[in-house]
């Protein structure tokens, strides 16, 4: 039966079956399937409305939550009535700090492997405010509009204490953090400060980014029930396994007992992790003992969920008479709170991008009373890239320099800072393709030279990039039947942009069988353990896991097919899932369909189970996916308005394993980097902490007006040491835009601005 078929393989150590080989993976390519432009399969049930949202799981019994949120930065609460919120109609219960369960400390991400927590302040355990917007009442009530009139009529009064809501004041007493990322705050090779002094052209400027909040489409929701000490969390989540073990040390149950579902996302970009709303849930859940939706309103995502922190960095780069760089010095500052861990790595971009003699990368982090920052987009690299690469233009500009010929004299040979090999690097290929496709020699190299009526028009260039990340623990379950069906199953995240579908193409080449014969189930921590969605990962994750469960598949499978078998006698690198069956690679007229080796050996079905290997490709190899990007811009000569009018990414990511979702998460990325050059910011009192503008009419995300066609290329260079011969994609898109739109300002009207977004008051 199948519990005794279920085998097992937790491969400790890289059996490298995809290391050095040509397509960076054994696996042949005739099926066509890999790198084909195939729709998602999730999308006929999101457009027909069969696909279920976190927000839509009803359950018998439910009740509606909403949330009041403290309006001081920093203090405790006085008092608080809940007099009139409890009378209201429809209400069950109101939650305070006075009545809530207590709760564990919410372990914070990356202080245990699945800690899923961007913050690490409980909350409702005590009168102590911490940021202006932190829930202090949750009410439950039979429907949503009850709920949210309960909640205007709580009435709270504060005790307020001092509070540091200014980045200016914080910056004074800015200090290391002890890691970033695991990494030192700071590195040193050479001596930079003298190396700019001695150098015969340098820049050295001051680039600002500002606060961004999350705002996917799908707000932030969760429908929660118990069942005794069991807990169901139907989350919109990027993170099941990690949500699942990090509410288990919260609420003191065993892992096993929640369970966590997320089968679709209306959109994560590092936001849907695990905030207080799901706990706040699953408490008030717990002490009403009714299941529980919780909804955030858009207003509460920017009250509640943390995005990017504001940042500022120092560029500085000094060039010899070659166009060589003699230093390379990027440092600064960002705001953080003190109980979290993520400052944003805006340095780690120029740790592996180009060569220079002396290097200085330092970031430091001001602590803030304000809502916990976390992972958005590309952190780091997404503002990191605007100042180091505003910069390169602006040294370029002073020499000179065509601004790619300035980055093919500075293309390091290995990685300029670990002193690794690179696994695959193709930049000056992607700047090459790109400049051919988008006319780059069409630029105008003086400022300001192209006019049309009131509009001036300019093009600009900056690099993209991101690391290649594959993450161990990612388990993947194989279940082949007789009828010559198989589900592929890994408790991973399909947040929109073609994780399933990517995978059912590689199991379905990697097996020999038609897409239709392959289902994968995934989003539910009742499956195979997988790995966060985060840090453009998943793809790689997910194809090492299905790789080693394939391994153990057709080991299983050989064992069954026994000598009576066309296989017999072939180990299990002899041969290969081709059309329908398995087959010799030497000789594919050696082949058995699996129905016939089920069959002969009277089984209904081989189950498998196993782990991807230990993910030692990063340690060995500066593994980095990297781009180009070119904008094309029209600024109004009168108002200073900005149109992007083209727009063309130029990316070598590896292998590109679906080329209709990469194009589309490459557009993705880039139209929110069009966000982080020209609109997004999160306005911030510094007199009081409170976020300003919390809603989506005065938080300005990029709307089809500011977008314009968007012209995507790659140069599909396999990695030979990833699996599949793919490295992420999901975060590079968004990185390198702001700088190639802000040089396309600088080029159309000879204006240089270092300060994020360039709305049209600093072109005036
Ligand atoms: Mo991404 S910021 O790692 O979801």
């Known amino acids: 039966d199948a519990a005794q078929s279920v085998m097992r393989t937790a491969i400790a150590y890289v059996p490298d079956r995809w290391v050095g080989t040509a397509g960076g993976d054994p696996l042949r390519t005739k099926h066509g399937l890999l790198g084909a432009p195939v729709s998602r399969l999730d999308g006929p049930d999101k457009v027909r409305g069969a696909a279920r949202f976190a927000a839509e799981v009803t359950l018998p019994g439910m009740v509606y939550a909403a949330l009041h949120y403290s309006r001081i930065a920093r203090g405790r609460i006085a008092s608080i009535d809940t007099a009139a919120a409890e009378a209201a109609p429809g209400v069950t219960l109101v939650m305070t700090h006075l009545n809530a369960p207590r709760m564990n400390k919410p372990p914070i991400m990356m202080t245990a492997p699945k800690a899923a927590a961007p913050s690490d302040l409980p909350v409702m355990q005590d009168a102590e405010i911490h940021w202006n917007g932190q829930p202090v009442a949750l009410v439950l009530a039979d429907t949503q509009e009850q709920a949210d009139h309960a909640a205007a009529l709580i009435e709270v009064t504060y005790e307020g204490a001092p509070a540091v809501t200014s980045f200016e004041v914080a910056k004074a007493h800015a200090h290391h953090p002890p890691t970033i990322l695991g990494e030192p705050p700071e590195l040193k090779i050479g001596d930079a400060e003298a190396a700019l002094k001695g150098a015969a052209v340098s820049v050295d400027h001051v680039y600002r980014t500002p ?18 000490d069991a807990l169901t969390v139907h989350d919109a989540s990027q993170l099941v396994n990690a ?17 966590v579902t997320s089968p679709y996302v209306g959109g994560g970009f590092g ?25 955030l309103s858009r207003e509460g995502v920017f009250r509640m969920i943390g995005g990017r922190t504001v940042t500022e960095q120092r560029v500085a780069l000094g060039a010899k008479a070659d166009g060589t760089l003699a230093a390379l010095i990027h440092t600064g500052v960002v705001a953080m709170t003190t109980h979290n861990n993520c400052p944003e790595q805006f340095t780690f971009p120029a740790r592996h991008l180009y060569a220079a003699d002396a290097i200085h990368l330092e970031q430091e982090v001001a602590d803030m009373d304000m809502l916990a920052n976390t992972f958005m987009r590309a952190p780091g690299e997404a503002v990191g890239t605007f100042a180091l690469e505003s910069a390169l ?33 193709h930049l000056l290929d992607a700047y090459a393709k790109g400049a051919e496709k988008f006319g780059w020699d069409k630029r105008a190299a003086q400022p300001g030279a192209r006019r049309e009526g009131e509009w001036l028009i300019g093009m600009g260039v900056a690099t993209a990039t991101y690391p290649y990340m594959r993450f161990p623990g990612c388990a993947a379950r ?40 392959v289902r994968f189930d995934y989003g539910d921590t009742t499956l195979p353990e997988g790995t966060l969605a985060g840090g453009s990962n998943q793809t790689a994750s997910n194809a090492g896991a299905i790789i080693a469960a394939h391994e153990a598949l057709v080991t299983e499978l050989l064992k069954l097919a026994g000598n009576d078998s066309p296989l017999a006698g072939l180990k299990v690198d002899e041969v290969e899932g081709f059309d329908g069956g398995l087959a010799s690679i030497a000789d594919p007229t050696r082949h058995e369909s699996y129905a016939s080796i089920l069959a002969r050996a009277q089984r209904d079905e081989v189950v498998v189970e196993a782990e991807g290997a230990m993910p030692l490709e990063g340690q060995k190899y500066s593994m980095h996916s990297t781009g180009a ?14 149109r992007v009018s083209r727009f063309l990414g ?35 009192d510094e007199r009081s902490g409170r976020i300003m503008n919390p809603s989506l009419a005065e938080y300005h995300v990029p709307v089809h007006m500011d977008v314009p066609e968007i012209d995507v290329i790659w140069t599909d260079a396999p990695d030979p040491h990833s699996p599949l011969g ?22 159309a009207t000879g204006k240089r601005i270092r300060d994020l977004p360039i709305t049209l008051d600093k072109l005036m």
């Not at 070119?630 to 000569?637: G, S, T």
């Open 726 to 747: 793919a490295r992420g994609i999901g975060e590079i898109g968004i990185t390198g835009v702001a700088a190639a739109v802000a040089n396309a300002i600088y080029n």
């Open 393 to 425: 233009d602006e040294l370029a500009e002073a020499m000179q320099l065509d601004p790619i010929e300035l980055r093919r004299r500075i293309e390091p040979a290995k990685d300029p800072t670990s002193g690794h090999d690179f696994s695959s690097r």
């Open 478 to 517: 194989i279940r082949l039947g007789a009828d010559g069906q198989a589900v592929v199953s890994i408790a991973t995240h399909e947040m929109g942009m073609g994780t399933a579908t990517v995978q059912t193409q590689h199991a379905a080449a990697r097996l020999g069988l038609p897409l239709d014969r």
């Open 243 to 259: 949500t699942a073990w990090t509410l288990a040390q919260i609420f003191g149950v065993d892992e096993k007992q929640v369970r």
């Open 271 to 295: 936001g849907k992790c695990l905030w207080w709303h799901q706990i706040l849930a699953a408490a008030a859940s717990r002490l009403a003992g009714r299941p529980v939706r919780i909804v």
């Open 629 to 642: 990007q070119f904008a094309e811009v029209r600024v109004n000569a009168v108002t200073g308005e900005v």
């Open 211 to 228: 606060r961004h909040n999350h705002n996917a489409i799908e707000l932030h929701a969760c429908t929660v029930a118990w069942d005794g």
């Open 650 to 684: 130029s990316f070598d990511c590896g292998r590109i394993l679906n080329a209709k979702t990469a194009t589309s998460q490459f557009r993705g990325g880039i139209i929110m980097g069009l966000g982080l050059a020209l609109t997004e910011e999160t306005l911030f």
